[in-house]
């Protein structure tokens, strides 16, 4: 079946320009994860979503980032004026439902670069 | 709040060597669940394998085990058989089994197995 897909899988944008990310779950997973990998380092949490509910943002970086998950299916993680630290993998990933059993599918990740 | 460390920036080794990649933890908690990912090239994460904290075997999935030791807080993965395909980054994750289940990674190790 498919995984969890991510696009765009690369994005340059311009200091100061907004972008959008698109994470798609597989289908029926509730729970949907946003990380943070920088180059050379390990992922780094930014948000949880149950369903459509963001229950946990505490990893976000400050208020320029901003994730929703409006149906409980696709989610898009929005960061308005990138900055150059900005610059990263964004990984997605999606369980089936919220367990520490349950397997975390992990998408290819959006690289992004802020020139 | 917890944090993964895992001390080998790089390894190579032979095929069908026997090779193992090093972790530690720091949690003040008791129960916890801990993990190890590959990522290959690709980039797409794959969980490799997960011990739960309360269990005191040791974990295995074919030619991949864990040493996993609570009271040094140390979770170790041993490759027996290398092969090409194990080429990857390999990171170490914690996660608590309360709340988002966020995982927390380590820096990562970069295994080569060479032919």
């Known amino acids: 079946g498919a995984g969890v897909s991510q696009s765009p899988r690369y994005k340059v944008a311009k200091r100061g320009q907004d972008v959008a990310l698109r994470c798609d779950p597989i289908?029926?997973?509730?729970?949907l994860f946003w990380y943070q990998q920088a180059l050379g380092q390990g992922p780094e949490f930014l948000t949880y979503?149950?369903?459509?509910?963001?229950?946990?943002k505490s990893g976000l970086p400050s208020d320029r980032f901003f994730a929703e998950r409006p149906e409980g299916s696709v989610s898009t993680l929005k960061i308005q004026r990138t900055q150059q630290e900005d610059s990263a993998v964004y990984l997605c990933?999606?369980?089936?439902?919220?367990?520490?059993?349950?397997?975390?599918?992990f998408g290819p990740g959006t690289r992004l670069t802020v020139l | 709040a917890q944090t993964v460390t895992q001390s080998q920036p790089e390894m190579s080794v032979q095929e069908a060597e026997t090779v193992t990649l090093s972790c530690t933890y720091d949690?003040?908690?008791?129960?916890?669940?801990l993990f190890w990912y590959k990522q290959p090239p690709s980039r797409q994460m794959i969980l490799v394998i997960r011990?739960?904290?309360?269990?005191?075997q040791n974990a295995t999935e074919n030619r991949f085990s864990v040493n996993f030791q609570k009271a040094a807080k140390s979770f170790s993965l041993k490759i027996s058989d290398s092969q090409l395909g194990d080429t990857a980054m390999y990171f170490c994750a914690f996660m608590e089994p309360q709340g988002a289940q966020k995982l927390v990674f380590g820096q990562g190790t970069r295994l080569t197995i060479n032919p």
């Open positions: 289908s029926g997973h509730v729970s």
């Open positions: 949690t003040s908690e008791n129960n916890y669940y």
């Open positions: 011990q739960e904290a309360y269990k005191q």
């Open positions: 990933a999606s369980s089936v439902k919220e367990g520490p059993t349950d397997t975390q599918y």
């Open positions: 979503f149950q369903n459509e509910a963001q229950l946990d």
